[in-house]
T-cell receptor, first 117, second 111 residues
């Protein structure tokens, strides 16, 4: 158990809809990362937050947004969903006990599997 | 592409043999990490090597880093059926606050 919790585990929705994925990082971790993994593909970096602030952005679509709240949990919002958005969305956390955003090992949740029909 | 390159994309070996997979990256890094993913599950950290290190060991794992060639390799010795998984390298680039994953190597261990 990595200590990172993602909800929901599975989500089926229709094109054009909006969903919110939630991530609770490992206790004490300040950094949260979001990644997208399409079927049998590598992980695409979406966005990183550090202690509530956006730290880095990857190839995140304008239809997607995220935030990290004061209690350090994070949400990834996906809107105007398309078939191609179907994927596993992973959250990872790091940075316990340090003020440095990238301090090594990432702890991954089990992912949220999104299916867009 | 924001991803690094991993080679080979897929590898099938006999149980007991050694498995070697490679990762190349693009620009200067602070460190490089290797992760393992069982099918459809979350990734699990295996080992981290810093840019000033050349080799690191952890159990049956050996990682090397060649910063002049911008490449790393992961060696798994005496493979077991339970090693069947996808393996990813991840780079922490010096110039950007991102941790970028490679495309992965799918390893299958034949009994």
């Amino acid at each position: 158990d990595s200590g990172v919790t993602q909800t929901p585990k599975h989500l089926i929705t229709a094109t054009g809809q909006r969903v919110t994925l939630r991530c609770s990082p490992r206790s004490g971790d300040l950094s949260v990362y979001w990644y997208q993994q399409s079927l049998d593909q590598g992980l695409q970096f979406l966005i990183q937050y550090y202690n509530g602030e956006e730290r880095a952005k990857g190839n995140i679509l304008e239809r997607f947004s995220a935030q990290q709240f004061p209690d350090l949990h994070s949400e990834l919002n996906l809107s105007s969903l398309e078939l191609g958005d179907s994927a596993l969305y992973f959250c990872a956390s790091s940075g316990r006990g340090t003020f440095k955003p990238n301090t090594g090992e990432l702890f991954f949740g089990e992912g949220s599997r999104l299916t867009v029909l | 592409s924001q991803q690094g390159e991993e080679d080979p994309q897929a590898l099938s070996i006999q149980e007991g043999e050694n498995a070697t997979m490679n990762c190349s990256y693009k620009t200067s890094i602070n460190n490089l990490q290797w992760y393992r993913q069982n099918s459809g599950r979350g990734l699990v950290h295996l080992i981290l090597i810093r840019s000033n290190e050349r080799e690191k060991h952890s159990g049956r794992l050996r990682v090397t880093l060649d910063t002049s060639k911008k490449s790393s390799s992961l060696l798994i010795t005496a493979s077991r059926a339970a090693d069947t998984a996808s393996y990813f390298c991840a780079t922490d680039y010096s110039s950007a606050s991102k941790i970028i994953f490679g495309s992965g190597t799918r390893l299958s261990i034949r009994p």
